[in-house]
Structures are given as C-alpha cells and as structure tokens.
C-alpha cells in the first residue's frame, strides 16, 4: 500500500495521466484480434473422465486381490461368498471416487474469478462485451466493484485502490501508478481507471498459475503409502500361505478341487476384507471430530497426514493475526496515547493513557478520517473493513472517539481530493476550512514546521514493526489550489498513528505445542519483511537475531534451499507462487511431511504440492479452499495443532485396529494349519462363510470404535508418530500374543464340544456334532474379539486404567456385533449356509471364558512389557 510507511514504493513505469480519453481499438481490429489470440477465456481443466476414475477405484492392487478371491470363489462354488467380496469392493471403491475431484473444482474456481462482461472504449464510444471477447490493446474502463478482467496497464487512474491479495498475497490494497500492471482477476475496491490490455486468456498471470497448479502433483499420503505396504505383505503371505495349504492338501491324497477349496479359505481368512472401509470409517470420524474444532476436512486421508506432519509453512494474515487492522497507538505533539482494542466494531474499547490530550488524538483521528476513503462497515451482524484496512482502523478509531464522518456523503464535505499516488506517497483534501494531508511519515515529515519532533516517535514505532502514518493540516488557502504540491504545503503536524495487525492471542501457546510436538514452523508470507519480522517475533515464532528470507534471494538451487529453510522459526516474506510450491518441494526433499497455509489464488499451486494443503475459510479464496485438504473455518493457527493431535490418534488408531483385525486372521487361520497337520483326519472348526460373517459382520464395528479411540494427554509431547503401520509390537502383539490367544480359545470350545458329546481322542468326529461345535469355535471368536477390542487401546496399559466406558462406541459396538452373531447363529436358514449350529453348553462355557482369558494374558504381556 502505497501509503504505508514501512513499505517501499513499487517500480511502476512513467507517471503521466492522459489528459484526453484514448478510442480504444476499433470493431474491426478487435475481431481481427480475436481471430489471431482466441477468446479471453482460461483453458479448460484437463480432467480423467468419471468412468476412468472409478475404475481406476476398482482396479488398484487391494481390489485386484479381492477381485482374484471373488472369482476363485466362483469356481469353488462358493456363490455367496463371490457376491459377499464384490459388494466390499464396489462400496470401498464408490466412497474412494466420491473424495476424488479436488482438482478439477479448483481450476474451475480459477475459471469462475474473470467476469462475465465488462465496460471497454470501441470506435471511441463505451460499449458493454462479453469478458471473453477482450483482446489485447483494449481500452478498458474500470470502476468500483469491477473485477480486471485480463492483464492491463493503467493509462490514466482517478483514486484506483485495487486488491491484489488473491495474486501476490500481499495483504494490503495496491494504489496502482499509471503504466505499473495489473493481472487479471484482481478486484478494484475504490475509483476508477483507464486501463489497456496486454495479455489475454492463457498469456495472463491468471493462467499461469492454473499452470502450475496443473504441474503440481499431489504426493502419495504416509497413510497410503503404509496401507499399500500393509497390503502387499498381507497379500503375498495370504497367497503363499494358500499355495502351501494347496500343495498339503495333495500331498495327503485330497482331490484337487478339495485342495483348491481349502486354499481359497485360508487366503480369505488371511485377506482383512474390511481393513479398507474400517480405515475409511476411522478417518471419517477423525474428520467429524475436527470439524467441532472448526477444521473441515476435504480429503480423508489428510486427517492423519496431519499428524505426521513435520513442517509447518504458515501464512501471517489472518492465521496468525486477526485480519483487522487496528490502530495500536498514537502519537501528538502534546504526549502519546494507546490505541484501541483490536476489530472494526465502533463500540470497542479505547484506552488513553495517563494524561493523554483528547482534543488533539480527536483532531488527529478527524482529519485521518476525513483524509481517507475507506472505512468499516457492518456486514450481516459483523463489522468489516470496506476499502483500505488502514483506513478502516483509523475511521473506528475517530468513530470511538465520538467523531462521525459520513463516508457515504463524503463528496459534501470535500471541496477539493488530490488522491494518493506512489510517486508522492501521500493524499490530501481540501475541506471548508482546512488542507488535510495523510501519508508515509518520510514523505510527509520533511513538509511539516513541527516535522522533526515526532523522529523519536516513529523511530520507536518501525522498530516495533508498526505501520505508520502521518497526518498534518493548514488552513485552506482562497480558492482551490491547482494541484497537490500547492495544496502540500507550510503544513503543521498533527501526529502519527501506529497501525498493526494484531496477533491472535492463542498463537503463542500453540507454537509451543508444536516445538514439544517436534513440529518446525516457518512464516511464508507475500507480506514486506519488517512487518513479517515483527509479527513472528511477537508471537514468538522467530527470534529476535534471526535472519528475514526475502523471495528474491533464495537460492535456485532445491538442496540449498532446503538447507536454508530447515530450520524452526524462519520467516521468508515477498513470496511469489513459484517460490512458494519450490518451498514446499524443497522441504519435502529433506524428509519432511509438510503442511502449507494459504488464502489467495497465488497459494494454490503450493496447496496442491505440499503434503497437506490447509486453507483459510473465513478469508481464503475460493481457488485455495478448493485446492486444499483442509479448511480453517477460523482461520486460527491453533486449529491446525489441534488437527495434528487428532491426526495423530488417528495413526495411532489404525495401529490399534490393524491389530485387531490381524489377531482375526490368526484365529481364522489356524483351522485350516490344524486340518493340514492331521492329515484331514481333524474337520474344518470354521468354514470360509463364517471367516466372511466374523470380518464383515462382527468385526468392523469394533474396529470402527477403536478407529475413534480419544486422542491421549501426551500425544502432542512426543515426536511425530513415524515408522511402519505393521511394525514389531503390532506383530507380536496380533501373532505372538492375542492372536494364539483367540485362536487356543477358539479350537478348545471345537473339541470340547465333541468332549462333552462322549467324543475322545482317537475317534473319528461324529458328523452329526459337527455343525453344533463349530458354532461354538465361531462364538468364541466373537467373543473373544470383543474382550480384544479393550485390549488393543493401548499397547502398554491394560482396559481398566483407560476405564471401560471411555469409549462408548466400542461398548455399543460390540453390543451390536454379538446381536449379528447371534443373528446368523438361531435362525436355521442362515446357519444352514453358514454350516454351523447353536452350541451345546460346554460350547458356551470356553466362549463366555474367553473373554476373562484374554484380557489376563493381555495384562501379564503388558506387565512384563514394562519390567522389561
């Protein structure tokens, strides 16, 4: 902003204004030049069509297998479970296909952000065209409210006050000089413009980054990335213990059909069918959770990507700060005064300082007011700046003071406007009785009688990173001055005002939790490097010693800058898209899993290339939303640390659940090794459907439950969670420990209920017990799982010192999933295509006794985990 007084004046070229209209191009060179350049259009997303992304959906590694299990299946002539495996493919790969689109929306946003028709001079008359059909060399006219719609330069300008955040990030409105560019897309907030064309559709700086947004590829999550590995080891054992079981069962004389058979039932049982939808439902919990904490969650996979993260690049505005410029303090002649409380809202507090002057912070305040254009205004129950923040600030500052300037009728009051250019860096108007002159304090002082008095003031004010404003006033001269150096001049100062952004007052505590996280957070900001540098000193993200990193002077090379940028509490401030997403590559070629703020257009390359994208929802754009992961509702940093620490349950929880599904697989499995070993003399405890009926049906919905597992107290006091998914304690735990456990449990209640029918070792098994006793190895699964879903909350600490009921979902769950048991137990049509019978009583005792067994041999593994 040109009247900042901590922000340099931007190269721009001559500063003449036309003193007479320019025609403009005549009808017959336009559509000449539509003809050469094409229409004023972004090209179109370039997007995989539907039916190639959901098969896409159908056809990855994990489905492929399930898909070789469904047809085995068939031609073992298991129909049911054919249908069974199918239906979990197709309902894994809907949900995946429905998350799957968030690149093709954010370059539609791109699209969306050039207007439909604008106001352009041809054959010298104002006509009204199609956005599309602006060519280069079109003059077009422009006025408050207008969005620019191609790359233009500024032929003559009248008060032009133009946003430009979305583009370069730069937080504060640009005051254009004539010949300095302007890109498409951007928003003129106050005055008007005569502007011409230099570049259209795909030559605009709109297009190019849609350009890079397309080059930006969006990384494989850790989270992915660990369950392909889970998978293919899963797979490979799945399939190798199959072909083992094939080779058995031939080498004992068994047809090969039998053989075949009884492969297919130890793959599925080696195979977690529901893994994927158990993982699917966990992080849709996770995202339900943060959402109460104001985080929306656009793509699944990033509630735990988030707590693996180990970079944090955050924006300053408004993630930060509040997005509300205030004035902070203010300086007279007569002493100094504090400022106000931070918002826009009129009836905000004021605090004056001991023996502050009113009268002259009134006169102060009255005159910047009356010397500016933009001021606050109430937007459905909230107070918001309209034009200029700064102005903004100072117009609440007057209005809490008890000084009312109608901006709407402000023409009436104003005799004459000298608007703000960067050359003079300063603004004035001439009033009844007055010249007031608002502007940079080195542009202005040297003006002022009084001017050297207030040196030590603004000195104190930049090194505190303020941004400063001078105001000064004479009385008017007769008649209206011709121009704004006789308007300018012999003025007396009436004061500074200092202007900041004000920190979020959570900011501080949540950069503390992300250094016990072991999370380093840089700033990467489009803002100027003072006021950068002072923001992350204040809230204590950088030190006051440490270097500022501007855009320009980072290093072309990728390893030298992420050499460079390795480091907790770096700021790096005038960034540009490209520096940005080469910021985000740079660091994730260091190992990191990095999370990227942002709010404008400008951000959405580096959205998409950083591992976590994560974007303002109160200020961002829509482009960034779209292009994000995430979406702050509030915009607070802190959100993003609180979404760290859900994420971080969530890995920690598909640990939990992975166990638990694994310890299934071992109890699943273990009939088929004890059919081999006896040479087939001993009979299948469960069948193939059954394994099915205990995956699907009463395992998912434990396993759901310790997917919402509550986050632990020190979750956040600890490194990132890292390593492999399946790592040491999740085998020992599922195949050491639990999973015998069940499956002893499992087998005991199979012969005991031949035992208790008069069977004893050495006798063939009678058929006619066989249904009933597999019925009751089936039921001790259940329940034996169920006391295993309170196991598997934590690896260290036993279910009790968690307390039972602190997570009730798991008790609801496996309520629920005991119910589907006993619901493919009783009736006789599904138990007879499950081919098991209600247990006898001895049945019953091993399966209600597993339960107690396996939470003791749990304690004493945790017991002597510890004393290790």
Not at 95 to 118: C, D, H, I, T, W
Not at 335 to 342: D, H, I, L, Q, Y
Not at 507 to 535: E, F, S, Y
Not at 824 to 853: C, K, N, Q, Y
């Amino acid at each position: 902003m040109g009247h900042n007084g901590g922000a340099p004046v931007r190269p721009g070229g001559p500063i003449t204004a036309t003193t007479t209209p320019i025609a403009g191009l005549t009808a017959v060179e336009a559509r000449l030049r539509l003809q050469r350049d094409g229409p004023n259009r972004l090209p179109p997303p370039r997007r995989t069509p539907a039916p190639v992304r959901l098969v896409r959906q159908l056809t990855h590694f994990f489905a492929l297998m399930l898909w070789v299990a469904s047809g085995l299946a068939w031609l073992a002539g298991l129909p049911q479970l054919t249908v069974a495996i199918a239906v979990v493919i197709i309902l894994n790969a809907v949900f995946a296909f429905a998350q799957e689109s968030r690149a093709g929306r954010a370059a539609e946003r791109l699209r969306a952000l050039l207007p439909r028709q604008v106001t352009v001079r041809r054959d010298g008359h104002r006509v009204r065209i199609d956005a599309a059909e602006v060519v280069v060399g079109d003059v077009l006219l422009l006025e408050s409210g207008d969005r620019i719609p191609a790359d233009t330069a500024p032929a003559e300008v009248r008060a032009l006050l133009v946003d430009v955040s979305m583009l370069t990030g730069e937080s504060e409105p640009l005051s254009p000089a004539v010949g300095e560019p302007l890109f498409a897309g951007t928003f003129v907030l106050e005055g008007e413009a005569e502007v011409v064309v230099t570049a259209t559709g795909t030559a605009t700086r709109l297009a190019g980054i849609q350009q890079l947004m397309a080059s930006a590829h969006e990384a494989v999550t850790p989270l992915t990335a660990e369950l392909h590995r889970v998978v293919r080891t899963i797979a490979v054992m799945a399939v190798a213990v199959g072909g083992v079981f094939f080779l058995v069962a031939g080498a004992f004389g068994h047809p090969a059909s039998d053989g075949f058979v009884f492969a297919i039932g130890v793959t599925v049982a080696l195979v977690p069918e529901a893994l994927l939808p158990t993982v699917t439902l966990s992080l849709a919990w996770g995202a339900e959770q943060m959402s109460r904490r104001q985080v929306l969650v656009r793509n699944l996979e990033a509630v735990e990507t988030l707590g693996s993260t180990t970079f944090i690049c955050t924006d300053k505005t408004g993630t930060l700060t509040r997005n509300q410029m205030t004035v902070v303090e203010a300086w007279t002649p007569s002493g100094r005064c504090t400022g106000a409380e931070p918002g826009y809202d009129p009836a905000g507090a004021l605090q004056l300082s001991p023996g502050a002057d009113r009268g002259a912070l009134v006169a102060l305040a009255e005159a910047g007011s009356l010397c500016s254009v933009g001021f606050a205004v109430e937007v459905e129950g909230e107070w918001r700046a309209h034009g200029d923040p700064m102005e903004a600030a100072i117009d609440v500052l007057a209005r809490r003071l008890g000084i009312e300037v109608d901006h709407d009728d402000h023409g009436t009051a104003i005799a004459a406007r000298f608007p703000f250019d960067p050359r003079r860096r300063r603004m004035s108007v001439v009033t009844a009785g007055d010249v007031l002159v608002k502007g940079a304090p080195d542009a202005l002082l040297p003006l002022c009688r009084s001017g050297a008095l207030a040196e030590e003031a603004l000195e104190d004010f930049m090194a505190r990173g303020f941004r400063v404003l001078a105001v000064a006033r004479r009385a008017a001269p007769e008649g209206v001055p011709p121009d704004a150096v006789a308007a300018e001049r012999d003025l007396t100062l009436l004061g500074l005002l200092a202007l900041e952004d004000p920190p979020r007052t959570d900011v501080r505590g949540a950069l503390d939790l992300c250094r016990q996280a072991g999370i380093k957070v840089a700033m990467v900001t489009g803002d100027h490097p003072t006021t950068a540098a002072a923001i992350a000193t204040e809230v204590g993200l950088r030190q006051a010693d440490q270097p500022v990193v501007v855009g320009d002077d980072l290093p072309e090379d990728e390893d030298a800058l992420g050499a460079l940028l390795d480091h907790d509490g770096i700021v790096v401030a005038r960034v540009s898209p490209e520096q940005k997403l080469r910021i985000a590559r740079a660091l994730k070629g260091r190992g990191h899993v990095v999370a990227m703020t942002g709010d404008g257009v400008n951000d959405g390359p580096a959205l998409r290339e950083a591992d976590i994208g994560v974007a303002m929802g109160a200020s961002g754009t829509d482009v960034a939303r779209e292009a994000a992961d995430l979406v702050l509702l509030d915009d607070h940093f802190a959100s993003i640390v609180e979404g760290v620490e859900h994420g971080r349950a969530t890995f920690l929880n598909v640990r939990r659940f992975l166990t638990y599904h694994l310890t299934d697989n071992v109890a699943e499995v273990t009939p088929f090794i004890v059919w081999a070993l006896s040479g087939g003399t001993i009979p299948l405890a469960l069948g193939v459907m059954q394994i099915l009926a205990i995956d699907i049906g009463t395992d998912t919905l434990s396993a759901t439950a310790l997917g919402a597992e509550p986050p632990n107290n020190d979750v956040l006091r600890r490194p990132p969670v890292s390593g492999h998914l399946l790592n040491r304690t999740v085998l020992i735990r599922a195949f050491g420990i639990l999973g015998p456990t069940v499956a002893a449990c499992s087998m005991l209640a199979f012969f005991t209920s031949f035992w208790a029918e008069g069977w004893r070792p050495g006798d063939t098994f009678p058929e006619q017990h066989l249904a009933a006793a597999s019925g009751a190895a089936f039921m001790t699964v259940v329940i034996a799982q169920k006391a295993n879903a309170f196991a598997c909350r934590s690896a260290t600490r036993w279910p009790g010192a968690l307390g039972w009921t602190s997570n009730p979902l798991l008790l609801a769950g496996g309520a629920l999933e005991v119910g589907i048991a006993l619901a493919v137990l009783f009736p006789d049509v599904i138990a007879r295509e499950l081919e098991h019978a209600m247990p006898t009583a001895a049945g019953w005792t091993v399966a209600f006794a597993s339960a107690p067994v396996l939470l003791t041999v749990d304690a004493a593994h945790k017991w002597r985990s510890r004393r290790r």
